[in-house]
Structures are given as structure tokens and as C-alpha cells.
């Protein structure tokens, strides 16, 4: 039976954050990076890189191999014509011409060879670079709280962890190894060239300057309008995302015309970009090209005269025309190599910064497993403020115990804070006032794996990923017998369901669970987490789609459950937690009421308001009709 692999589900934004909360979106594409920040990420991508010695070698190796042969190629080019000239008039030597012949062949094929192994070696750097990095990011994004991911768009994360990883696989064979490449190649040649002629070395290389500039003025350009493409093409696949996902409210309202300007304007605009863009390409190319061609003309112009005049051979104006040749391309890549480092410096910034984040809630130092006993689970003036909400606390003041075999209901307006409770007690977030102890142990002191194993949470929004329902049931204990799950899947009554499904337990539900109703996935929520065997058990109004009928047979078959464990349910519907021991009642983060359903009703407080206005809605309606005569 196939499991599937341990991915975090999205996890839902508390009910209770508040609506002023600043947007840390840190990763944003085009937010800028301070040079001290971009100068240390390059410096840490390259020791990084030098964590694989042996490849790194080779790729060095072959570049300064793969140089040497490059420039020996003008040389025996510029050989073997004045050698083929002093023969004119006389018989040939065709000895000498196939040695010359195989010679200019073998350093051609060579320089290939070296090249190969160069641009493999550079490579491999950069992809294992890349995987290290990879898994770095995926289980640092495993281990940041919620309060990370509640300011931090899912965006932004991918982002980091394609478009900016790749800026950082590229940086070994684009910036560092084309250094050397290009170090090596002008710098050598040039000395080559004007050690024998400095004026006409002068003129060969007079284009360098113009095209190393023009080409890093068109990279960085051609970067900085990719940021913005980006951006841009973000916004068409935040439309087209939403469209998708909404296909069936757009069509019931006919809005297909409305929904296509949308997107036809957003279009438009990447497109206009896209055209500035190959503009720039195209216009700096052009220049770069007339350059290089107006250097060869005085090279000719020059260099011919000279060799008319019997100061050069023939051979000594080929090895100037041909190096040329050879230095065109590299030069141009200076730009490329520019922008690699831009790209590394900006690109690293960010995944560093998103790697050395610290872990807000994480196993304190020497902290032991937690130990069940009596699986008490006690509250104590416990509060708490969510990130950049100031004074203003979710929660204040929650004090409460519950005992293996209680039933705890929670049941407040929306914003009270049930949810964001519910949140503290798995450490989701840790209480910033009290203590939450289970068997007189502080969940903080004690190791978040014990603490998440042993604190269940059904929540509301049912996460299920595109795999069988075998699967997402079976998916916090993947090696569990087919018996277990399908007693998980009967209490929570979804196993007459699955048996008239063409595949059964092997059916595989749609992205997200699209192909189940509501009420169908959580249930499947519920049997998932049922799998644990938790000693605190949490239905966060997970009940809510589920049809009155059900629900009463699921309680029913939980209620040996709940025997052995503290079970919390926080709901909207009365009907879902009268039955528990005692009852909170919470508004404005705090306990108002407590007690029994028959405590609270005789008290005729805001709960007895809540009963009437759930179980007798006509009344109410008849009373407001009263007032208003």
C-alpha cells in the first residue's frame, strides 16, 4: 500500500489576526538589497561552492586547459600561413601541411574536449549546489511557525525557492569559472598581441572596452525589466489561478467577457515590456556588432599596410584577424558575467535571508520527550498578541482543566479567539502569557514532535492532497494495516462512502479534494487525525459542513473514543458540544461564562441568548416584530 510522503498542508490563517497586521512580504521580487548584503551572499555562495572540491578542480582545470588551447589556434593559424606562402612558387611540402593540418585539428578538438569537461564540471557544481540548497529551503518552510507563514505570502516562498535558487545554481559557471575563462583569454591574449605589435594589438582591441561596456549596460537593463516581467507575469498567473479555481462562479454570472479584459489588459502590459526588452537587446547588439567589425576594418587597413610594407607577414595579420574572431563572443559575455554576480548578489540575499531566519517556536536546549500519564491538560493565565498587533491581545486571561475523559465545548462569537486558542495548544504559536502544561509539563520545555503527536487538531479547512483516500487517511501513520484505517474511516462515517466508490479506499480524490463535497472532506479530516491516537483531541468547528444527522452518529462513535482522551470541540452550532461536561463561553479573548448546557442556560446569560436564538429563530423574530410596533 503506498503512502504519502510527509508534506505540510497549507495551514489557514487564525480567525482572530488582526486585519491591521503588516505585510512582511520580505521575498518580494523586486525589493531591494543592500550592497553589504549582496557582497556577503556571493562571498557565502562561493565558499558553498567549494564544498565540492573535486568538481570545482576539474572545472578550473579545464578552463585555463581549454584557454591555452583557444589561443594556440590564431598562432598555428597565423604558421601555417606563412609557411604555405614561403612554399608558393616551389613544390609543396604536403608533409609538413598535414602535420600543420593535424596540429590546428588536434588543439581544435582539444579545446572542445576541455570545454565539455569544463562546462560539465561547472554545472555539476551548480546542481548539487542547487539540491543542498533545495532542501535547506523545504525544511526550513517545515519548521517556521505559523506567525512566519500568516505574514509571508506562499508566493513569495516559491519564488525564493525556484527563480532565486536558480539565480544561485547559475552563479558557479556563469560568474566564477567565466572570470577565469575570460581573465585568462583577453588578458593573455592581449599580451600575446601587443608584445608583437602595440599598435596594431591597440587596434584589434579597441572594440573591448565599447562592447564590454554596452553588453553590461544591456544585461543589467535586461535584468532589472525581467524583475519587472516577472512581476507582471505573477499578476496573469494570479488571475489565471483565480479564474481557474473560480470557473464555476464565473460562469454562473456570465462574466467570461468581464474576466477575459481583465486578463487581456494584464497581457498587454507583459507584452509592451516584452518588446522593450528585445528592443534593448537589439539595439546593444547592433552596436556591440558594428564595433567589433569597424576594429576588424582597422585591423585590415592597418595591418595590410604593414604587410605590403614587409614590417608583418601575411601568418602575423591572420593571427591578429583570427584572434579577433575568437575574442568577439567572450567579450560580449562580460555583460553576462556582470549580471551573474547581480543576479547571485540580489538572489542570494534573499534565500539567506529566508535560511537564517530564526525558528520562533523550536525544541528548547536539552528538552525531553513528553511522557503521558494521566493526560491532564491544563491552562493558566494564558494569553496572547499576534505579531504586530501591539497591546492588542487575541487572548487574555484562558484558564482552565481538563481531565482524560472530559469533553470540553468552546463556543464564542467570530473573533473571540476559539480558534486562535485552539492554536496554542499544539504550540502553532506559543502563548506569550501562562503556561499550557500537559501532565504538569510546560509544552515549551518538552520536544515539539512529542508535543504535535500527542495534541490532535480537526480543523475547519480540510486539506487533502491529489492521492487516494487511502492515503490522506493513512497519512500521519503511512504503514498503518488496511483494519485500522477502515475503523478510523467507520467512526468517522465516512466508510459506507468510500465502499460505493468504483476503486474504494484506491479512489483518488481531485486537487485539494474538489471531487468531495464538503462534508465528505472533513470527515475524511476527521478519520486522519483519529489515526494518531492523541492524548488531546480538537475539533476546530470541524463539523460544520456536516449535515445534523451525521454528526450525531459520529459523535456517537467517538464516544468510546473520548474515554481515554481530553477531547475539545469549538463550534458555531450548539447542537455539536451540549453534550460536553462543562462549556466556555468566550468573547473578546476571554471566558465569560462556564459550565454545564443546563448551568448555562439557568443562567440566562449570553449563552441562553445564543440557545434561543439557535433553537427558536421564529421566536426572536416575533419578538423584534413586537418592538418595532
Not at 585591423?299 to 579577433?324: D, H, K, N, P, W
Not at 504550540?427 to 500527542?454: C, H, K, N, P, W
Not at 503511512?478 to 477502515?486: C, G, K, N, Q
Not at 454528526?551 to 467517538?558: F, G, K, Q, S
Amino acid at each position: 500500500m503506498t503512502r504519502p510522503d510527509h508534506a505540510s498542508a497549507p495551514e489557514t490563517a487564525p480567525d482572530a489576526a488582526p486585519d491591521n497586521a503588516p505585510d512582511d512580504r520580505m521575498f518580494r521580487r523586486t525589493a531591494a538589497v543592500d550592497t553589504q548584503k549582496g557582497l556577503g551572499a556571493i562571498a557565502r555562495i562561493t565558499r558553498m561552492c567549494f564544498r565540492y572540491p573535486r568538481r570545482a578542480g576539474i572545472a578550473f582545470a579545464a578552463t585555463v586547459a581549454a584557454v591555452v588551447m583557444q589561443l594556440a589556434i590564431p598562432v598555428i593559424l597565423g604558421d601555417a600561413v606563412d609557411r604555405t606562402q614561403a612554399m608558393a612558387g616551389a613544390d609543396p611540402d604536403v608533409g609538413a601541411l598535414v602535420v600543420i593540418a593535424l596540429t590546428l585539428l588536434g588543439a581544435s578538438v582539444l579545446r572542445g574536449l576541455f570545454t565539455l569537461a569544463q562546462n560539465y564540471a561547472a554545472e555539476s557544481v551548480g546542481h548539487a549546489l542547487a539540491q543542498d540548497l533545495r532542501n535547506a529551503i523545504y525544511d526550513k518552510v517545515q519548521r517556521l511557525p505559523f506567525s512566519f507563514h500568516d505574514r509571508t505570502h506562499s508566493g513569495d516562498l516559491i519564488t525564493v525557492g525556484m527563480l532565486d535558487l536558480e539565480g544561485v545554481r547559475m552563479y558557479f559557471s556563469t560568474a566564477l569559472v567565466r572570470t577565469l575563462l575570460l581573465t585568462l583569454l583577453i588578458g593573455i591574449g592581449a599580451w600575446l598581441l601587443l608584445s608583437t605589435d602595440v599598435v596594431l594589438g591597440l587596434l584589434a582591441l579597441s572594440f573591448v572596452p565599447f562592447a564590454a561596456w554596452r553588453s553590461s549596460v544591456m544585461q543589467l537593463t535586461l535584468r532589472r525589466t525581467w524583475l519587472i516581467l516577472q512581476e507582471k507575469l505573477g499578476v496573469l498567473s494570479q488571475k489565471m489561478e483565480e479564474n481557474l479555481a473560480g470557473i464555476r462562479v464565473v460562469r454562473a454570472f456570465a462574466a467570461q467577457d468581464h474576466e477575459m479584459a481583465k486578463f487581456d489588459r494584464s497581457s498587454k502590459d507583459a507584452l509592451e515590456l516584452s518588446h522593450r526588452r528585445i528592443d534593448v537587446r537589439v539595439r546593444n547588439t547592433s552596436a556591440m556588432t558594428f564595433a567589433f567589425f569597424a576594429a576588424m576594418g582597422l585591423v585590415l587597413l592597418f595591418g595590410g599596410r604593414q604587410v605590403a610594407s614587409g614590417e608583418i607577414t601575411v601568418g602575423t595579420l591572420a593571427t591578429f584577424l583570427t584572434f579577433m574572431t575568437i575574442l568577439q563572443m567572450p567579450v560580449r559575455q562580460l555583460g553576462l558575467m556582470v549580471n551573474a554576480y547581480a543576479r547571485a548578489s540580489t538572489c542570494g540575499a534573499r534565500l539567506f535571508q529566508l535560511l537564517d531566519m530564526p525558528v520562533e517556536i523550536d525544541d528548547a536546549p536539552g528538552a525531553q520527550d513528553l511522557k503521558i500519564t494521566d493526560g491532564t491538560l491544563r491552562l493558566d493565565n494564558v494569553g496572547f498578541a499576534y505579531h504586530g498587533a501591539g497591546e492588542q491581545r487575541a487572548i487574555s486571561g484562558i484558564s482552565f482543566e481538563a481531565t482524560r475523559g472530559e469533553t470540553i465545548g468552546i463556543i464564542g462569537p467570530p473573533g473571540a479567539g476559539k480558534t486562535t486558542l485552539m492554536h496554542l495548544i499544539p504550540r502553532f504559536y506559543d502563548a506569550t502569557e501562562g503556561a499550557i502544561t500537559i501532565d504538569g509539563q510546560d509544552i515549551r520545555d518538552v520536544t515539539l514532535s512529542s508535543v504535535r503527536q500527542a495534541v490532535a487538531i480537526v480543523q475547519q479547512d480540510s486539506f487533502l492532497f491529489t492521492t487516494t483516500i487511502e492515503n490522506n487517511i493513512a497519512y500521519a501513520a503511512p504503514f498503518s494495516e488496511d483494519r485500522r484505517i477502515r475503523g478510523s474511516a467507520d467512526s468517522a462515517q465516512l466508510h459506507d462512502y468510500v465502499l460505493g466508490l468504483p476503486h474504494q479506499y484506491r479512489t483518488v480524490v481531485g486537487e485539494r479534494g474538489v471531487s468531495l463535497s464538503g462534508g465528505q472532506r472533513q470527515r475524511l479530516s476527521i478519520a486522519r487525525t483519529l489515526m494518531m491516537e492523541p492524548a488531546v483531541l480538537i475539533f476546530d468547528d470541524s463539523t460544520a459542513a456536516i449535515d445534523a444527522g451525521t454528526e450525531t452518529r459520529i459523535r456517537a462513535a467517538l464516544k468510546d473514543y473520548a474515554r481515554d482522551r481530553v477531547t475539545l470541540i469549538v463550534a458555531h452550532r450548539l447542537a455539536s458540544l451540549m453534550h460536553a461536561d462543562r462549556i466556555l463561553f468566550l468573547e473578546n479573548g476571554r471566558i465569560v461564562e462556564r459550565g454545564t448546557h443546563e448551568e448555562l442556560l439557568a443562567l440566562g446569560g449570553r449563552y441562553k441568548a445564543l440557545y434561543d436564538l439557535q433553537m427558536h429563530p421564529e421566536a426572536d423574530v416575533l419578538d423584534q416584530t413586537e418592538d418595532a410596533r
